[in-house]
């Protein structure tokens, strides 16, 4: 075999993002919160970022030239000479005042204020004192009632073992007979089902269910009130409730529609999951990224970015002197200039996802000016690739602009990818939105007769009256992408 080494010359064409590129797409895509932990992040990597804090203008104009070229400072900062005439009094007490002056100095500077701190602190000690202890889990508070109940100890321990294979939402999925294994001692069912009904006397109420049936039989026994028609319905009739047969339980009930309405009511009011109400569950938190006006005098909508919150970056000038200076090593100067231009490069991609993100806002704004002023009815579609076209930019480029965005307007708090979607035209030619057609159609159903509720071949019919027409399967799919039943299950019994 002949190994040998040879020289070849190729061309070929390939896509290659700069770290610029890359970092400038991935701040474009964030949104505000996260945007606000990105720049805490490099405020805490990179030295040569600080906050830029209102007022501080003319100090951030200062150069240390012009700060030189002051008498006072200038006499501060002069050389330390001996007079000819060994009179050595002023600049002994120059000398000896220089620490003091140094730290007047360090504490009217306005790029290290905001890295000092009055007292000595441990930033991770901080943290953790002021971050809020973890919530109790559902197992956790099930098993500290459960500490406190007095039975035998085989009873004990299998309680212990299904409180542990109850899930979050309060239900016992696994089978009695298959736990009997986990306890690792001698015992029957009909402990087990002991242990079981211990249980769900623990709050919350409802806890350790089998079935929904079950978890709300439990929370009805448990009430002060008679809800004797009330547990058998959940217990018998669940899912012709369900299904809206009223007809057929009060023949087999022997009660009336109006009774069972009265009781539905009731159940209604149940928790169907209550192991939610232990633990911590926190709602997402939505911060608009843009909020969005009405100018009533000329009819017109404008939009600001909502960055009051964000802070404002600059390159701290005493390093940006140092390297002008030249007075550092060459290790320091590399690492102050990489630096520095990492700084450069995060504060234009802000500005450029600032800029980017409100071309997008106006042109949505332009476009859906008839839905900022009446409602979801007057959407139109707006195909992404339309605005980038329109905007000269990558269709990319919107969707990362768009993406985990949102809009504060007049009419509440929308995605900003709400504005972006397909539909349909009208028998008149006009566009109109699936997002609209939706909310016709939910129009419909709220004002129908629900003595006699339309069915789907019905809402067909409507629609087209409006002048949107659609298929038969069209209109079942956006119901059930609704959550809205069929009209059987939508009728109302006097």
Excluded at 204 to 230: F, I, K, M, N, Y
Excluded at 454 to 463: A, P, T
Aim: glycine share 4%.
């Amino acid at each position: 075999m002949r190994l040998d080494m040879s020289q070849q010359m190729k061309m070929d064409q390939r896509m290659v993002l700069a770290p610029r590129m890359i970092q400038s797409m991935e701040i474009l895509q964030l949104p505000l919160m996260a945007l606000q932990e990105r720049i805490e992040q490099e405020m805490l990597s990179n030295p040569v970022l600080e906050l830029e804090e209102p007022g501080n203008e003319f100090e951030e104009s200062e150069t240390y030239e012009d700060v030189s070229s002051d008498d006072e400072t200038a006499q501060e900062e002069k050389s330390l000479l001996i007079d000819d005439d060994n009179n050595k009094k002023d600049d002994y007490e120059r000398l000896a005042n220089q620490d003091t002056d140094y730290e007047d100095y360090m504490e009217r500077s306005t790029y290290i204020q905001p890295r000092r701190s009055n007292e000595d602190r441990d930033p991770k000690l901080e943290a953790m004192q002021n971050t809020a202890a973890p919530a109790q889990s559902l197992n956790e508070y099930l098993h500290e009632q459960w500490a406190f109940i007095e039975v035998e100890p085989i009873i004990k321990k299998a309680g212990g073992v299904i409180i542990d294979y109850i899930d979050e939402a309060g239900y016992l999925s696994v089978d009695l007979l298959s736990l009997c294994e986990r306890v690792r001692e001698p015992i029957t069912t009909g402990q087990m089902e002991l242990a079981l009904a211990l249980i769900q006397n623990l709050e919350p109420t409802g806890v350790g269910a089998r079935d929904l049936a079950e978890c709300l039989r439990l929370q009805l026994e448990a009430s002060d009130e008679d809800c004797e028609l009330e547990i058998e319905l959940v217990s018998h009739h669940l899912k012709d409730i369900e299904m809206n047969r009223f007809p057929a339980v009060a023949r087999k009930t022997g009660h009336s529609i109006a009774d069972l309405k009265r009781a539905v009511q009731v159940i209604s009011r149940l928790d169907p999951r209550p192991g939610l109400q232990i633990g911590q569950h926190n709602a997402q938190y939505i911060i608009p990224d843009v909020i969005v006006e009405y100018d009533q005098e000329n009819d017109i909508f404008h939009a600001h970015l909502a960055d009051g919150s964000t802070p404002s970056l600059r390159i701290n000038t005493m390093y940006s002197q140092l390297l002008k200076a030249g007075e550092v090593t060459t290790e320091a100067k590399e690492f102050l200039q990489n630096s520095v231009r990492s700084a450069r490069w995060l504060i234009e991609s802000i500005e450029q996802r600032k800029t980017t993100l409100m071309r997008v806002v106006n042109h949505v704004i332009n476009n859906q000016h008839d839905f900022f002023l009446n409602g979801p009815l007057y959407l139109k579609p707006l195909p992404m690739v339309d605005v980038a076209d329109e905007l000269g930019i990558h269709v990319g480029t919107v969707s990362r602009a768009v993406s985990g965005k949102y809009l504060q307007t007049p009419l509440g708090i929308f995605a900003l990818r709400y504005f972006f979607s397909g539909g349909t035209e009208t028998a008149n030619g006009d566009s109109v939105s699936w997002d609209a057609v939706k909310a016709k159609l939910q129009e419909i159903i709220d004002n129908e007769d629900k003595q006699k509720p339309l069915r789907d071949d019905e809402l067909v019919d409507e629609l087209d009256k409006h002048g949107i027409t659609l298929a038969r399967r069209t209109v079942a799919k956006y119901r059930n992408l609704m959550n809205i039943p069929p009209a059987r299950r939508r009728k109302s019994f006097d």
